[in-house]
């Protein structure tokens, strides 16, 4: 817990770093931060703050930058965000127009890229409403087995298993019988949890068969939405606090490229109530140890089916960031649900 005059003193330390993007002295935390205090109380208040790790000294410099945790403490408890304006809502939505779907995600990542000046980054959309539409089994050999997969929207996904045992035509017939009367339309984690419960009545073969189905039906259809847009990563050669390190820029345009990790963080975010925010080693991604990233789900009709959001340094405008994020996000839901 942090006394009054410290918590104000931590903010404006932030809010002055965040501005200047230089170490903060107690002459300027005099000046901006309201208090009447000497310098040697405001050394020793900040002092405090170093000693609990929320504030940092760098170099010989005699100023104090935040530390993440720093950050954190400041975006969970200190940070004013104020909503964006009726007019400014209006000038987002008309980048978003409800055509295509694939066509408005890319629209939204480079809107957020444009508006921040950092990265957008957009995970395509991965509907849960109905995992497929109509399942079948082909038999390709003894051993081996064509698995056909029909989604709702009608593309066709195919899968080979390789089940313990061999089955008949009528056995791999009662199976997709099975699933498609009962199943379909349902979410393969729905039908995952569901397996054990449901299928005690069926012979111990067939409930593998099916088990095995699900599993390479659900990955399948993950891998045609397993993407992520994004736009404007140029933005982050021209933040001093990135490019000063070549390695880690390296690193973090490498995770771009590949962007297992990062849909990895944006899969995670798509649980999140609202905007998350991930500050620094928070991510759990070694190249977004020195970055913060700002994400919303998105839905459909009501469903989250992903996660947009911004990568940019921690020394962020956070309260400029946030509704931005926010606010993309649920315009690109009302525009992809209609």
Do not use: W
């Not at 817990?1 to 809010?15: D, G, P, W, Y």
């Amino acid at each position: 817990m942090l006394s009054e005059r410290a918590q104000i003193l931590l903010k404006t330390l932030v809010e002055r770093y965040i501005v200047e993007g230089e170490p903060v002295g107690s002459r300027s935390l005099s000046k901006y931060s309201g208090l009447d205090l000497s310098p040697a109380t405001i050394r020793n208040v900040i002092a405090d703050l170093e000693d609990m790790g929320l504030v940092a000294s760098p170099h010989t410099s005699a100023g104090r930058v935040p530390t993440a945790r720093g950050y954190r403490l400041f975006v969970d408890s200190l940070l004013v965000v104020k909503p964006l304006e009726e007019r400014q809502v209006a000038e987002l939505s008309e980048h978003l127009h409800p055509d295509n779907p694939q066509r408005l995600v890319y629209a939204a990542s480079q809107l957020l890229s444009q508006l921040t000046h950092f990265a957008g980054v957009v995970m395509l959309p991965r509907p849960d409403v109905a995992a497929f539409r109509h399942i079948e089994f082909l038999k390709l050999s003894e051993r081996r087995l064509l698995l056909i997969i029909v989604t709702p929207e009608g593309n066709v996904q195919n899968r080979v298993i390789v089940p313990e045992r061999g089955y008949s035509a009528s056995e791999l017939a009662e199976a997709s019988n099975y699933l498609n009367q009962h199943y379909a339309g349902l979410t393969f984690d729905e039908i995952r949890g569901r397996l054990k419960q449901e299928l005690s009545e069926l012979r111990r073969e067939m409930v593998e068969l099916m088990t095995s189905a699900i599993e390479a039906g659900s990955e399948a259809v993950q891998d045609t939405q397993d993407a992520v847009v994004v736009s404007g990563e140029h933005n982050l050669l021209d933040i001093r606090d990135l490019s000063a390190d070549r390695s880690r820029l390296r690193q973090l345009f490498d995770l771009f490229e590949r962007k297992t990790d990062l849909l990895r963080l944006l899969e995670a975010s798509r649980r999140a109530q609202g905007v998350k925010i991930f500050i620094g080693e928070e991510s759990g991604v070694v190249p977004l140890d020195e970055c913060s990233v700002v994400t919303a789900p998105y839905e459909v009709d009501g469903r989250v089916v992903g996660t947009l959001g911004v990568v940019g340094p921690t020394r962020m405008a956070y309260d400029r960031v946030i509704p931005l994020v926010e606010i993309t996000a649920k315009l690109l839901s009302g525009a992809l649900s209609q």
